[in-house]
């Protein structure tokens, strides 16, 4: 169980279980913050995250650390593909199809 995020992607709040998500969005979920967070961004887990800045110049360690960090998850079964899409002011944009103990997702 994660909490849900709004349009914001700020936390909700109020609803009781209903602000929780499980199964194939819980998942989803978890992936998107994992790969939100940077490496050294968590002081008691200074190793854990994707070190984006290495995006420009490195897409293949970029997918390995993608790579690694999803199959944390043990609903991940496995992944089919990882993409990236190129937006403006050096955002990356990752596509992951995945295999999972739901069926296949798109992130």
């Known amino acids: ?28 979920l978890r992936i998107r913050m994992q790969l939100r967070e940077w490496v050294g961004n968590c002081f008691f887990a200074l190793q854990r995250g994707i ?12 997918t390995m650390e993608i790579n690694a960090s999803i199959m944390r998850n043990p609903e991940v079964l496995g992944i089919k593909s990882i993409d990236f899409e190129r937006a403006e002011n050096r955002v990356w944009i990752p596509k992951i199809q995945l295999m999972t103990i739901y069926g296949e997702a798109n992130i």
């Open 1 to 28: 169980m994660i909490r849900r995020l709004d349009r914001n992607d700020d936390w909700t709040f109020g609803s009781g279980l209903g602000g929780f998500a499980t199964g194939l969005e819980g998942l989803s």
């Open 51 to 62: 070190n984006w800045h290495l995006a420009e110049k490195n897409t293949q360690r970029i």
